[in-house]
């Protein structure tokens, strides 16, 4: 901490020169290499060490404990000399949900830290903290991360929770997991030697397993090769006659959210109930009590996506028009920004999921939500395709040095007599090589920041104060809202989620004698509401980049002045004072 | 205030009248507090949870130990769920003290009596509205108008019942919605159209508007329907089903119970929903498709026997139809598997034929419409020629008159409302229609005891039969086996088979995999059918010389069951000490 210290002390001489500025060399007051990935004690380290240096923006909060203890924490960034952090419309911002799924949390990482680097420098993003909140939770499954980073795993193992759980329901938990046979660090693929093998090693580069031709050969007979898939590395270990088919933990958090949470019969690792693992159950509690939060962003990994629900083809239709075209206003931005993604609904361009937390989000909640699949291959050759196995081998030889495979070698095994086992390690797949981390978090932290940028922003575009009458007066309220998202979503009123929005006009000596929405905002009527004028509660807001206009009728003298307050969960608050007098 | 001052002066001169008609939750729970004081080496109360408020929700175990009462199968009753049932509670306690007497069923079972699941809805304001009386005291903003319980139902006629207020002729900002019931003029219909009927009157829950919205008596006491807030078929948008699935303090105590006592292989839930008179139907799927609405079509056949058992046991012939969405006993049943029966415990009865052709008598009107309302005299409808639209309450109507001293209806009486102005206040007294008279609590005790020692006779038991082992030459042993469900009840629902929430027998051969030539070391029997359900096994084992061999069936609920093969000599479980 002492050289943390000594850093920031550094750094800040040459924070003012302005020079850095233009070149967009932001520096930080904590020194973090964005090229390597971090465990779960280093992430908590850098979290810690973050808040720390920018006080004067972050806090740092515990809300939960995950299965096997580890603190789930949540940084606040919010500029307190612009409000509370609960008066302003908040992005929450999270990832790893799926413990191998790790550079998501490198990700919130990187856009704590670039945020607190831009405040004060960067216009548009210190314009952004002045005007919102961000709450960013970098590991929702620290459990999972740990294990990933600590133990023998592959590039999709380790998805799960680790509270031990019965997968095979033999009444013991945990206990044929897999083994890492070869010693590599990492549990790679393991194939059994087989002379009706359906693979062989390829000839000319006997790392790579080829398919054997299934059509037999012109003179009839039939083509057999060496070896056949048996699965990941390891052994039976509970004698069932399975191998590995009761690992660590069991379960998938992203299916355990009350939003068409369904069962396990139906949904794979969903868990007993919604709600039921300790991460997602604190979460959920955490996001309740924050209904200020008018965007979400949750990182996993891969594929270079950009996903929003539904999860289920039947719940295509409570997504309503009105939202999907601001979803895909701000998805499409994203397609630009982050080369190789593809703007993607769950159900139809993915597969169903039942039980998602951004589904959860977004229609429960009636929050506008995404998920990122980050890192892509099309990235590898950067010409829009695939790499094909030769050419993923060849960019494995050339650019990683081999750093991500094992040699394949033969060995004895308890089951299969003998296994061939190597190829890719943990590192081979799903994430980014480290010399790419960097720009794969930015374009993505850009994103999130673009899609932060739509929360609602409203003003008073114009009130205007008519007499009409002896002692009465109109006063027409036309209120904009300068961003994409509405101050309430179609799903939020539609379901009438959370509190409506309240336009409210009070004053001493004034009486509000009625009011209500104008339907047309040049029309010369308006639709007065039969109960408390005074206080409006308008379910359905004020609609993204559009404007809503209401009309008071009030008693008063010329003197009297009015304020007009307008006020919702997810914006912040705007008031004004005027006197009755045509001209304000 | 005044008002209030006054209905409370009211009511205490009243009290005979409007009497529960049954022991309070909290007497009962007293009373059961005894009976375990008294019977502590057979039963013991160990407190699962705390309701919103922090009332305890506490278990009954009754077995041969309670310390090991975790040891053997059980069969679970829930109670007291809904407050607008609080007799179901001293039904759960009669029906301790009934099974505490059967000592030869809970030598081999333990029974887990949960008699107040929802302490709180038995508690608050002293007087409900039937439409609202089974919540929990977990408040909601139902107008989300950022005040809590602000506009609760009230008495404000004073009559010692919360009901309904009807307003004839209401203005242009109320539009009639319906009318009087030509059949019965103390009920209300909507109008049927093709009989050129008109709507004369709206219908509001008896109140004032206290927050002054226009919207009378919306905002009342507590909120959360513990019963309909778990997760099969929850209700997302209803406010009263809670944030999210098993969000309540209620709700987590029984599921958390439910999911940390595998042993439990049979369940029964007093409360809103029957499924015992009626067995439900088991055509419907949920939106998945892959789970029932409410039962598996190859478990109906099930529910029919049970449902005939209970009929038998408790004479009740009617139930109330009711929306189960989010209630225990569907989570229990659709996503544990546990085989659940849902009882209201009692059902209208037969009111006693009219007597002969009394003339129409007119609905009374008291002058005063502060005065106390004396039980009124049975009352004839005034248009006798139509039967009325609502048959259902038609009947517990002509209950009330004829065997009920007209107890269970309000009579409607004008009354001049802050802001409604003329209105009449009256209908169905809250209770009537979902809780027993006292006189019945006893007896529904018994019939819940026995359906429960029912269920605990007709539990799963597995047993090894035809068990042969013979040498092959070689060294090796064919044996084979039988493994039998002794018991009428399957050892899985076919919910709990294809949710794979029920546990599988699980059959172990003791020796090593390498020496097991044909068949499985570990083989999981998903489930045996009931009354004789039977799998066969056949292993071809390298049997080392005097080597005995253990072949287990081990089913988490129940005893396990061993074999031990040693040559060709085979001993059964029974001559194997436990």
Redesign the interface.
């Known amino acids: 901490m002492k050289h943390m210290h000594l850093i920031a002390g550094l750094l800040s001489i040459t924070i003012h020169t302005g020079t850095a500025w233009s070149q967009q060399q932001l520096p930080g007051k904590v020194d973090i290499a964005w090229n390597r990935f971090y465990d779960d004690t280093e992430v908590l380290r850098i979290a810690q060490s973050l808040v720390a240096a920018y006080p004067n923006l972050l806090t740092i909060e515990e809300i939960g404990k995950s299965a096997l203890g580890r603190p789930l924490i949540v940084v606040t960034l919010n500029n307190p000399h612009t409000g509370a952090a609960n008066t302003k419309p908040a992005m929450w911002i999270d990832g790893n949900i799926h413990g191998n799924e790790i550079q998501a949390t490198e990700t919130v990482l990187y856009s704590i830290d670039y945020l607190c680097r831009a405040f004060g420098k960067v216009a548009p993003l210190t314009e952004l903290i002045d005007q919102s909140v961000f709450y960013f939770l970098p590991s929702v499954n620290p459990d999972g991360r740990a294990n990933w980073f600590a133990a023998q795993n592959n590039s999709h193992s380790s998805r799960t929770g680790m509270r031990p759980t019965d997968e095979d329901r033999d009444g013991a938990l945990d206990e044929d997991g897999p083994e890492d046979l070869d010693g590599d660090g990492s549990i790679g693929q393991m194939w059994r030697k087989d002379p009706l093998g359906t693979h062989r090693r390829n000839l000319r580069d006997p790392r790579i397993l080829e398919s054997v031709p299934t059509e037999p050969r012109p003179d009839g007979t039939i083509e057999h090769g060496d070896w056949s898939h048996a699965g990941s590395e390891g052994i039976d270990n509970d004698g069932d006659g399975q191998v590995n088919e009761d690992g660590p933990g069991g379960y998938d958090m992203n299916r355990n959210w009350p939003s068409d949470w369904q069962p396990v019969h139906v949904e794979g690792g969903a868990g007993d109930y919604p709600l039921s693992y300790p991460e997602t159950r604190s979460i959920a509690l955490w996001i309740l009590a924050h209904p200020n939060i008018a965007a979400g962003q949750s990182y996993h990994n891969a594929g270079g996506m950009i996903l929003r629900g539904p999860g289920a083809d039947y719940r295509e239709s409570e997504y309503h028009a009105g939202d999907r075209n601001t979803y895909d206003s701000i998805a499409s931005a994203g397609e630009e920004m982050l080369p190789y993604y593809r703007s993607m609904v769950i159900y139809k361009d993915l597969y169903t999921v039942h039980g998602g937390f951004v589904n959860w989000l977004a229609e429960s909640l009636g929050i506008i939500s995404f998920t990122n699949e980050l890192w892509s291959d099309k990235r590898i050759l950067q010409n829009g395709n695939d790499p094909s196995p030769e050419e993923m081998t060849r960019w494995r030889d050339r650019l990683l040095f081999e750093q991500t495979t094992t040699e394949w070698k033969e060995l004895p095994h308890p089951e299969f007599t003998t296994v061939l086992v190597g190829g890719g390690n943990k590192w081979s797949r799903r994430i980014p090589p480290p010399f790419m981390l960097e720009e794969e978090a930015h374009r993505n932290f850009a994103f999130t920041a673009f899609h932060a940028q739509q929360m609602p922003l409203v003003r008073f575009h114009s009130i205007a104060i008519e007499p009409c009458g002896e002692g009465l007066w109109t006063i027409t309220i036309d209120i904009a809202n300068d961003h994409r998202i509405p101050t309430r979503t179609v799903r939020a009123s539609d379901k009438r989620i959370g509190m409506a929005d309240r336009l409210t006009v009070s004053g001493v000596d004034l009486t509000v004698l009625s009011g209500g929405p104008m339907p047309q905002r040049l029309g010369t009527t308006f639709e007065p509401v039969r109960f408390n004028p005074e206080s409006l509660m308008i379910e359905s807001g004020i609609p993204g980049l559009g404007h809503r206009t209401f009309r008071f009728i009030v008693q008063g003298t010329p003197r009297s002045s009015a304020t007009i307050k307008f006020s919702g969960e997810k914006f912040k608050t705007i008031e004004k004072t005027i006197t009755l007098s045509p001209k304000p | 205030m005044i008002n209030t001052l006054l209905c409370s002066l009211v009511l205490a001169t009243t009290q005979s009248v409007t009497a529960p008609t049954s022991v309070t939750p909290e007497a009962a729970m007293t009373q059961l507090r005894q009976l375990v004081a008294k019977s502590a080496a057979h039963a013991s109360i160990v407190t699962i949870g705390r309701s919103w408020t922090g009332r305890p929700i506490e278990v009954v175990a009754i077995g041969a130990d309670p310390s090991k009462s975790d040891t053997f199968p059980a069969i679970l009753l829930v109670s007291g769920l809904d407050g607008s049932r609080p007799g179901s509670v001293s039904i759960a306690v009669a029906a301790v003290e009934h099974l505490l007497s059967t000592p030869e069923l809970w030598r081999a079972c333990t029974f887990y009596v949960i008699p107040c699941a929802n302490p709180d809805a038995f508690a608050g304001p002293s007087l409900k509205w039937e439409g609202r009386a089974n919540r929990s005291a977990h408040p909601i903003d139902e107008d989300?108008?950022?005040r809590i319980d602000e506009d609760q139902p009230r008495d404000i006629n004073c009559d010692g019942a919360i009901t309904m207020m009807r307003r004839l002729s209401p203005p242009a900002?109320d539009p009639p919605t319906h009318m009087i019931d030509p059949g019965d003029g103390r009920l209300m219909r909507i109008p049927d159209a093709t009989k050129d009927q008109r709507a004369t009157h709206s219908l509001f829950v008896e109140g004032t508007d206290s927050d002054?919205?226009?919207s009378i008596a919306e905002d009342d006491f507590g909120g959360i329907d513990i019963d309909r807030n778990f997760?099969?078929r929850?209700s997302?948008?209803d406010r009263t089903a809670g944030?999210?699935?098993?969000s309540e303090p209620e709700s987590q105590a029984l599921?958390q119970f439910v999911?940390t006592h595998s042993r439990i292989v049979g369940a029964l839930v007093i409360g809103r929903w029957d499924n015992l008179v009626k067995t439900p139907d088991s055509n419907g799927r949920d939106?998945?498709g892959?789970?029932p609405l409410a039962l598996d079509g190859a478990d109906q056949s099930t529910w029919q026997e049970m449902g005939k058992k209970w009929r038998e046991l408790s004479a009740q012939a009617r139930s109330t139809e009711c929306d189960p969405s989010g209630s225990l006993a569907l989570?229990l049943y659709?996503?544990r598997g546990i085989p659940t029966f849902s009882t209201q415990a009692w059902g209208r009865p037969d009111a006693s034929p009219p007597p002969a052709a009394a003339p129409p008598a007119p609905q009374p009107v008291p002058s005063d419409p502060a005065a106390p309302t004396a039980p009124p005299a049975p009352i004839a409808p005034i248009f006798p020629l139509e039967k009325p639209a609502d048959e259902e309450a038609a009947a517990w109507l002509a209950w009330s008159d004829r065997d009920q001293s007209g107890r269970g209806f309000v009579p409607w009486v004008p009354f001049d409302h802050p802001t409604l102005g003329r209105v009449e206040i009256g209908g169905f007294r809250s209770g009537f229609r979902t809780d027993p008279p006292a006189s019945e609590i006893a007896r529904l005790g018994i019939a819940v005891s026995n359906f429960m020692s029912e269920l605990a006779k007709r539990r799963p038991r597995i047993a090894w039969e035809s068990v042969t082992a013979k040498a092959v030459g070689g060294g090796v042993i064919e044996v084979e086996a039988a493994l039998v469900n002794q018991g009428w009840l399957p050892t899985a629902t076919a919910m709990g088979k294809?949710?794979?929430?029920s546990?599988?027998v699980?059959v172990t051969v003791s020796v090593?995999?390498a020496r097991i030539l044909a068949g499985?070391?570990?083989t999981?029997v998903d489930a045996l059918a009931g009354a004789g359900g039977r799998r066969s096994f056949r292993w071809l084992v390298t049997a080392l010389q005097s080597e005995p061999i253990t072949i287990e069936a081990?089913w988490?609920p129940g005893e396990t069951q061993r074999l031990i093969i040693t040559g060709t000599t085979v001993t059964l479980p029974a001559e194997i000490a436990r």
Not at chain 2, 243 to 246: K, S
Not at chain 2, 498 to 501: C, I, P, Y
């Open positions: 989300r108008d950022g900002s002054l919205d226009g997760p099969h929850w997302e948008f944030a999210f699935p098993l599921a999911l939106i998945t892959k789970t989570w659709a996503h294809s949710n794979r929430q546990p599988p699980i090593p995999k499985q070391r570990v999981l081990r988490e």
